[in-house]
């Protein structure tokens, strides 16, 4: 099951990195802008396997977001591939391997800057990828330390975004591809977000 998810995510990172030609919407990039920022800092509790490939090596795990007293909270825990926990709790983000703990402030950690649930794109040099009737592709460049892109699936009739695909993060060196699992993508489930799963061991 890993090495199937594995080469669909090498196809999806082949497919963009030769992607010159996609359909735009008629929406100014002001109005798409808005769309992510409400979208991404709508996003309170999520549950979702995912699949990230870097450097041609594939690994896998459990995404968790949940926010709670006005802070966002966001667990990685890897199963396949590496073995590290990452915590975001506020402003810190705590790495985990097992042997010993690294602390970073999120302004070091795009990402995590992104599900903050603080997102504001007037303050960033933003670019439109890719904007069809199913799919939107927002580049944020020159993001903090490099470029990142987040990948959005859309409704076919509205064509609002449905959900949060994944994102890439280019550091400035090379590209990391982190995609979450639709079959288990879950928002919303309080159940599936305890909050002990954020807590600081």
């Avoid at 990195?17 to 999520?46: F, H, R, W």
């Avoid at 993060?169 to 591809?177: I, W, Y």
């Amino acid at each position: 099951m890993f090495f199937v998810c594995f080469r669909r995510l090498l196809f999806l990172l082949s497919a963009f990195l030769i992607s010159v030609v996609y359909a735009q919407s008629s929406k100014e990039p002001s109005d798409i802008n808005k769309q992510v920022e409400t979208y991404m800092n709508s996003l309170d509790c999520v549950y979702s396997r995912f699949f990230q490939i870097r450097e041609n090596k594939g690994y896998s795990g459990n995404f968790w977001l949940r926010k709670y007293d006005g802070l966002a909270n966001v667990r990685i825990e890897y199963t396949e591939g590496l073995k590290q926990n990452i915590l975001i709790h506020g402003d810190k983000v705590i790495i985990n391997d097992g042997k010993k703990k690294k602390t970073l402030s999120i302004s070091r950690t795009p990402v995590f800057s992104v599900l903050s649930g603080k997102l504001d794109l007037s303050k960033e040099n933003t670019e439109i990828i890719e904007n069809s009737n199913e799919i939107l592709r927002l580049k944020i460049k020159a993001y903090k330390s490099g470029e990142l892109t987040l990948l959005f699936s859309k409704y076919k009739t509205t064509r609002n975004i449905q959900a949060l695909e994944g994102w890439i993060f280019f550091d400035g060196k090379s590209e990391t591809l982190f995609t979450f699992d639709p079959d288990t993508w879950s928002v919303k489930d309080k159940r599936k977000t305890p909050l002990k799963i954020f807590n600081i061991d």
